[in-house]
């Protein structure tokens, strides 16, 4: 592996286009949950783009920004539900340093805030990454065979790349160019867009994310 220095991935993007993301998951937003998640994963400037309930979204958000739990800015704006619209603001935040990005209707429950997991690995190798969930046996795995395996976290090492893609473009394009990586997440995945998947996240005793280190291990242990 090189040793080149990697830029800090200070930026984050939470992806509202699902329409339910302030649902409550234990008795909070599930957009709550993932903002706290950011900010724990070393999060200092946050977007949030959403199609809908943007005044809702602010109102909840933006009273809180800098306090404990929160990261130091946080900008919102108005998209269509497309992925890749949200790719090509993130890419405008971030002015060309590599950012993260959440869909904040899948949440993970472990020692270790999700986002906070895919940045260790672009640390690790430089790459693209996407959070993929399954039973492998190491962190970093081929991201070829395991596209139908993304669950909602990602770290967009190259933002030039990747603005106005979907999904599924992305991913496409990451594979053909041998310029991503997939990391394996650890704790339990919840899928909240779903009824069943908002029951199950009922079942956990959720708590929000202790502070991490750029490489998943949390600060206060």
């Not at 959720?206 to 242990?221: M, Y």
Request: hydrophobic share 40%.
């Amino acid at each position: 592996m090189s040793s080149t220095p990697r830029a800090t991935v200070r930026h984050a993007v939470i992806a509202c286009l699902e329409q339910v993301e302030l649902l409550p998951i234990g008795g909070v937003p599930m957009l709550e949950w993932v903002v706290r998640e950011c900010a724990a994963s070393g999060t200092s400037d946050l977007l949030i783009v959403t199609c809908a309930e943007l005044d809702a979204i602010r109102s909840l958000i933006a009273p809180r920004v800098g306090s404990p739990g929160f990261p130091l800015r946080i900008e919102f704006v108005e998209s269509t539900p497309r992925v890749g619209d949200a790719l090509t603001a993130g890419r405008a935040f971030a002015a060309g340093a590599p950012f993260g990005f959440c869909q904040p209707t899948h949440l993970f429950v472990g020692d270790a805030p999700g986002l906070a997991q895919v940045v260790e690995s672009y640390y690790r190798t430089g790459k693209n990454v996407a959070g993929i969930i399954g039973d492998f046996a190491t962190d970093e795995v081929d991201l070829d065979p395991v596209t139908q395996q993304i669950a909602g976290r990602f770290v967009i090492a190259n933002p030039e790349t990747a603005a106005g893609l979907s999904e599924t473009d992305l991913l496409t394009t990451w594979v053909t160019r041998k310029c991503a990586i997939a990391r394996r997440m650890r704790g339990q995945y919840l899928d909240v867009a779903l009824p069943a998947g908002r029951a199950d996240a009922g079942r956990f005793g959720l708590r929000p994310p202790r502070p991490s280190t750029p490489t998943g291990r949390i600060v206060d242990e």
